[in-house]
Every structure is written in C-alpha cells, then in structure tokens.
C-alpha cells in the first residue's frame, strides 16, 4: 500500500502525559498537513509543511502541540500535558506540492482517548 | 468557515443514482469545487474536483452551474459501501499560506439503503 500512514491508529492516555504521532507521506509528495477532528465535525487544519520548512499553524494550534518533519519525509505530532479537550482524531495528509494538481491524500488518523 | 451548503443528510436506494448537491454562491474565479468523503471511522477520501467544466472519473462525475454558485455530486450506481459523509469543499489551487487548506463543513450524510 502506497497511501499515507499514521501509527499509532489508537492511542489512550492519561491526563498529563505526553504523546507524539507519527505520520509517513505518499512517496515524493513534498506537502504535510495536520488536521484534527471532534465527533461530529468535519476536520479542522493545525498546520503544513513544505518540504521540512513548516509554513502556517492554525490558531488551534496551542503552546502544548508541536511539529516536525525534520527530512521532508516523515512528520511527528507531539502534544504535551494532554487534555480531556485534546481528544480526537489526528489526521495526516499529504500532497504533491504542484500547482496544478494539488490534491490532500489523507491517512487513516490516530484517534486520542485522554482520560 | 466554510464556503458550502449542504444538507445534512439524504438517503437513497441501492443501484440507483445518489445526487449530492452543494452551493457555494460566493466561490471566486480562481477557487476550485473538491468533493471528499468518509467513511465512519475512517480518513477522508478524495473524490473529484473541478474548476469550470463537469469532470467525470471512475467514482464519480461533478456537474458545476454555468454561474459556478452551486454543483451536484453524482455517484451513478450507489452501493452499500458509499454511505458515507460527503464534503464539498471549496478552495485556491495553488502555492502557500492557506489557500492550500481545506476548510471541511459539516457535510452530508449520505446513507445508502438496501
């Protein structure tokens, strides 16, 4: 399968503790993006990357939350001191980068359980 | 916010033909129609999308309005396995900041019935 990857596909954890997401792109798609989902709503954007050069966070995108995608490859979200509210879906997209044509692929998302 | 309408859900029967509407009366010239949709539990799905023309591929076909403020999603046979959350979303093709984004509504919910 060469579609976009997330792992882990489910993650429960207590409030307080840290947790970091991981996400691998389409092969050669040079786009990033992060998005969060709550029950019942559609996905909301947190941030993108081009290449390992992160260019726009969202106002969702609190102090506790960072991004990386340090070789242009791979992404990692990490939210520390979790909380109740920070329960959801993490979802990871990737796109070409291309003017043209440049369509979000998404993975199949990290659901967060914070107890 | 989102740029779509839609309502918020619609049934329709096996082996006929599901029509998803969406209005999007403010779209700008440079702004492209996307349809995605997902499935409970699952990433969202990228559909079709289109700028002016009606665009057909192996899912579906997307008929835009000569005015651009509203499409249809038409899915021509629908099974079981398309019940699902439809969006239509709207946005800038192109390089940078958030024109590249998608701004999801909420949807319609769309349930294919036996």
């Known amino acids: 399968d060469t579609g976009v990857s997330q792992d882990p596909r489910h993650k429960i954890t207590k409030r307080g503790q840290n947790v970091t997401f991981r996400c691998d792109p389409i092969?050669?798609?040079?786009?990033l993006y992060w998005y969060r989902q709550t029950l019942g709503q559609g996905p909301e954007f947190l941030t993108y990357?081009?290449?390992?050069?992160?260019?726009?966070k969202s106002r969702l995108l609190s102090d506790r939350f960072s991004a990386e995608r340090p070789k242009g490859s791979f992404s990692t979200l990490e939210i520390q001191r979790t909380e109740q509210g920070d329960s959801a879906m993490y979802l990871c997209?990737?796109?070409?980068?291309?003017?043209?044509?440049?369509?979000?692929?998404f993975g199949p998302g990290t659901r967060l359980t914070v107890l | 916010d989102a740029k779509t309408t839609q309502p918020p859900s619609m049934d329709c029967a096996e082996g006929r033909a599901a029509n998803l509407p969406c209005n999007h009366s403010?779209?700008?010239?440079?702004?492209?129609v996307y349809w995605y949709r997902q499935i409970h539990s699952q990433g969202p799905q990228y559909i079709i999308h289109?700028?002016?023309n009606n665009e057909t591929n192996e899912m579906a076909s997307l008929i835009i309005t000569e005015d651009r403020k509203s499409s249809t999603l038409i899915l021509p046979h629908a099974t079981l396995r398309d019940t699902a959350v439809y969006y239509c979303?709207?946005?800038?093709?192109?390089?940078?900041?958030?024109?590249?984004?998608?701004?999801f509504g909420k949807g319609t919910k769309l349930s294919v019935k036996p």
């Open positions: 990357f081009q290449n390992e050069a992160q260019l726009e």
């Open positions: 979303i709207v946005r800038v093709e192109g390089y940078g900041g958030s024109q590249g984004n998608l701004i």
């Open positions: 997209a990737s796109s070409l980068g291309d003017r043209a044509t440049d369509t979000q692929y």
């Open positions: 289109g700028l002016k």
């Open positions: 092969s050669e798609h040079n786009r």
């Open positions: 403010t779209i700008s010239g440079n702004e492209y």
